[in-house]
T-cell receptor
Framework: DTAVSQTPKYLVTQMGNDKSIKCEQN?????MYWYKQDSKKFLKIMFS???????INETVPNRFSPKSPDKAHLNLHINSLELGDSAVYFC????????????FGEGSWLTVV | DAKTTQPTSMDCAEGRAANLPCNHS???????VYWYRQIHSQGPQYIIHGLKNNETNEMASLIITEDRKSSTLILPHATLRDTAVYYCIVRPRNSGNTPLVFGKGTRLSVIA
């Protein structure tokens, strides 16, 4: 069973479009994250949510808007896509109360052309 | 910023032990040492973590020096599938929803 799942796995889109990446975790965790891994392979935190509430926003452009309909889901919506948004986006989760281990999804490869 | 220092890359012969060092000289008393790895085209994978005692699980062993300023991740019998980037990360004990901060990691190449 996939613990943290992301869709789509691959996405190719044109500049200026709006797209969303969805994330779901079935671990019962209360905290979810979005990370970005660019072409230089650096993994950087973008957002974290706890029980649907935004906790961390690491100076990400406001074209990126996370949405958490419930604590098992954290979706990432990106408006007006730019070439520099091309990257791999990883969703992750953990349970603040019972453990610190963070579990990651398999990534969503976004290519903006 | 990452609070750890790791070699950029290492090679290991298949079947031999892979010993990956990590320096965390500024670690504080309430911080754990975590190890993750990222196999090509996959998400980061949790390996092991520890506070001050040595730890072992089905994947690896973690040896932490007595002063806690450095540690070594040991893969006892490396296989080709262990080729990956390995990240050593320090994180507060009760970090709750504090995210992991990744450095550059060590690229381990297991060679047949």
């Amino acid at each position: 069973d996939t613990a943290v799942s992301q869709t789509p796995k691959y996405l190719v889109t044109q500049m200026g479009n709006d797209k969303s990446i969805k994330c779901e975790q079935n671990l019962g965790h209360d905290t979810m994250y979005w990370y970005k891994q660019d072409s230089k392979k650096f993994l950087k935190i973008m957002f974290s949510y706890n029980n649907k509430e935004l906790i961390i926003n690491e100076t990400v452009p406001n074209r990126f808007s996370p949405k958490s309909p419930d604590k098992a889901h954290l979706n990432l919506h990106i408006n007006s896509l730019e070439l520099g948004d091309s990257a791999v986006y990883f969703c992750a989760s953990n349970d603040r109360g019972s453990g610190n281990t963070i579990y990651f999804g398999e990534g969503s490869w976004l290519t903006v052309v | 910023d990452a609070k750890t220092t790791q070699p950029t890359s290492m090679d290991c012969a298949e079947g031999r032990a892979a010993n990956l060092p990590c320096n965390h000289s500024t670690i504080s008393g309430n911080e754990y040492v975590y190890w993750y790895r990222q196999i090509h085209s996959q998400g980061p994978q949790y390996i092991i973590h520890g506070l001050k005692n040595n730890e072992t699980n089905e994947m690896a062993s973690l040896i932490i020096t007595e002063d806690r300023k450095s540690s070594t991740l040991i893969l006892p019998h490396a296989t080709l599938r262990d080729t990956a980037v390995y990240y050593c990360i320090v994180r507060p004990r009760n970090s709750g929803n504090t995210p992991l901060v990744f450095g550059k990691g060590t690229r381990l190449s297991v060679i047949a």
